[in-house]
């Protein structure tokens, strides 16, 4: 008999399996009246009994496992990966609200509540993580406030955006290809440049209002 604990080689492993293999070979009705036990228990008051205790456990500890609260280490060490995802998305500080969005936010709550800000969406396909302004994740409906600036409307394509340090084409391409990609993940996107909710946000509204009804 093997001691609890021993390593044992491969050697010896080796020669455990074959001699295994060869008993039940040889004598083949161990298997068949091994089948018969566990059906005889499994079929008695006794041996139901006995299952349904163990897997009442079971479920109790998964219960408690459930409901353990996060140690302050556990809470520590979500709050460090958040600030480096934050930081790998936006290396020049926390991403914030800018005034036109809170003022679109303001103005489409009076509507439809349905809509979360400052929501992240993967998309497996290139790799990013993606932060949407307003988002409706059971209507699937992603709206983006873009500013002329920061997504370079009106420039040159080989203009480099101040801290992005990227070129316009780059901005808009990058634009272009995640309204494809959220198309494709089932979303209807819409995005509305800055000038468009201060000169006339009742007309921004009611487009999204079209999409929801």
């Known amino acids: 008999m093997v001691r609890k604990g021993t390593t044992l080689s491969q050697e010896t492993k080796d020669a455990i399996s074959k001699s295994v293999k060869q008993a039940f070979k040889e004598h083949p009705e161990i298997i068949t009246n091994g089948v018969k ?36 280490e556990h809470k520590k060490n979500i709050s460090l990966a958040t600030k480096r995802q934050y930081k790998i998305m936006f290396p020049w500080g926390r991403r914030k609200s800018s005034k036109v969005h809170l003022k679109f936010k303001k103005e489409l709550k009076k509507f439809c509540k349905c809509f979360k800000s400052e929501q992240f969406i993967r998309l497996a396909d290139i790799q990013k993580w993606v932060c949407i302004d307003e988002l409706d994740r059971k209507n699937k409906i992603a709206i983006f406030v873009d500013g002329e600036h920061w997504h ?3 420039y040159k394509d080989d203009y480099i955006v101040p801290l992005i340090n990227k070129s316009s084409k780059e901005v808009r391409d990058y634009d272009k290809l995640v309204t494809e990609k959220l198309v ?29 009804n």
């Open 37 to 72: 036990k566990w059906k005889k228990f499994f079929n008695t008051e006794k041996g139901k009994k006995g299952w349904q205790q163990t897997n009442k456990k079971r479920s109790d500890s998964a219960i408690g496992k459930k409901k353990k609260p996060f140690t302050e």
């Open 152 to 154: 370079a409307r009106n």
């Open 184 to 212: 494709i993940k089932g979303y209807k996107v819409l995005r509305f440049w800055d000038s468009e909710i201060h000169n006339d946000i009742d007309d921004c509204v009611k487009r999204v209002l079209k999409v929801t």
